[in-house]
């Protein structure tokens, strides 16, 4: 008898193990020499290094540029990934990437749309500064056949108009998508921190992991800092919102790479989701 329960009861620890997933965010910063000792060829090994340390099941990336894209699937292994350039939606651009490890994650669905007033096709929306677009995918685990949506964006800049329309085509497609009431996942570099009408019309939909998670949010609360180390980061713009999972945990990585600078401008954030049952 006590070993039939010592079974139920490992083989419980087991299956709420397997229903969980780990997303990460992060705006990797685009390659460019301008940023002279924060360049990209001087940071991207540290970059690799550190996404795969952390190694999360499902990765939304902003910002890649093609090299950066080559980089990043050469780099990780046991990754692939789906997403197009936002320029001409092939390979001009940068991309809003979703990188999922591929010995887990079978992708069923995917796509890309741009946040415009024609999001079925490459342009510029309302008063945006330039194109923005959002790579999503219908997601299945290998192992329990759990399916989920996931959904990664970057927000425009300048654009007000832009960014409250985008909020809202982001709920009108996750619901236009999501016809099976499956849980879902929206990671992205939002450009706004929580104080926005933008993001007051996502929270009212989706849980703010941030807010929302089993354990208290660990590590800074701002996620921008501008490669600067000499003070905290204080605007919190990346995020990760979940609807139909419970966030067991939700952290901001603020490592540093060994010559004490940081691995972009922006820091990964990185949630521990479980399935709602």
Known sequence: MKSRSSFLLLFAVLLAFAQKIDVMTFNIRLSTDSDKENAWDLRKQDALALISYYHPDVLGVQEALPVQMDDLQNGLSGYAHIGVGRDDGKDRGEFAAIFYD?????????????????????????????????????????????????????????????????????????????????????????????????IRIISQSMSDTFYHSEKPHYGPQGTFQNFDVSKPATDRIDYIFVKGFKALSSRTINDRRENLLYFSDHFPVLAELKFSK
């Open 102 to 198: 591929k010995t887990k994650l079978e992708v069923l669905k995917s796509g890309t749309f741009w946040l415009s007033e024609t999001p079925e096709k490459p342009s510029r929306g309302w008063d945006a500064a330039l194109n923005r677009i959002c790579t999503y995918a219908l997601f299945k685990t290998r192992k329990e056949g759990k399916m989920f949506w996931a959904f990664n964006l970057h927000f425009d800049h300048v654009g007000n108009v832009a960014r409250v329309n985008s909020s809202k085509l982001i709920l009108q497609k996750i619901k236009e998508f999501n016809t099976q009431n499956v849980p879902v996942v929206l990671t992205g570099d939002f450009n706004l921190t929580d104080r926005s009408e933008p």
